[in-house]
């Protein structure tokens, strides 16, 4: 949803509950997503919880727990950068699985604000600090309200 041809996307959140679920790795990319998804959040009049897990793997259960316990949508922010090992591509593949698995099970929107990079500056460009051309945050909770407004109409 970033650059060229990105969707203008509706970011009321009154009378929502809405539950960001972010991993703890690489502090600096997560608090910018974390930022920016409050940033989004916050002013869209949700009620807005934070919760932390330990990485992008543990995401997922997370998004069932919140889903289940009521949450209107969640927004799931972690960052994955590739080392020197098969590591990388199982920990995007259960993410990325998970997460879509969560919200298809449970009809709730899960807004993916899962960054998957090659390298730490593609993570940074990415997470909405003053110096990033993206904000993977925003832009994950500013799909999470869409999508439920989208939904609401069906």
Not at 14 to 42: C, P
């Amino acid at each position: 949803m970033s650059g060229e041809g990105a969707p203008s996307l509706t970011t009321d959140g009154t009378g929502l509950r809405i539950v960001v679920v972010a991993a703890s790795w690489h502090t600096t990319v997560m608090d910018g997503l974390i930022a920016g998804a409050l940033g989004t959040l916050e002013p869209s009049g949700a009620t807005v919880e934070l919760i932390r897990v330990p990485g992008s793997f543990e995401l997922p259960v997370a998004a069932a727990r919140a889903a289940s316990a009521g949450a209107d949508a969640v927004v799931a922010l972690g960052v994955v950068i590739r080392g020197g090992t098969p590591h990388f591509d199982y920990v995007c593949q259960a993410a990325t699985v998970g997460l879509t698995e969560v919200s298809i099970r449970t009809g709730v929107p899960v807004g993916f604000g899962v960054l998957t990079c090659d390298d730490e500056q593609q993570a940074l460009d990415r997470a909405g600090l003053p110096d990033s051309k993206e904000d993977k945050g925003r832009e994950a909770a500013e799909a999470a309200l869409a999508t439920i407004r989208s939904l609401a109409a069906l």
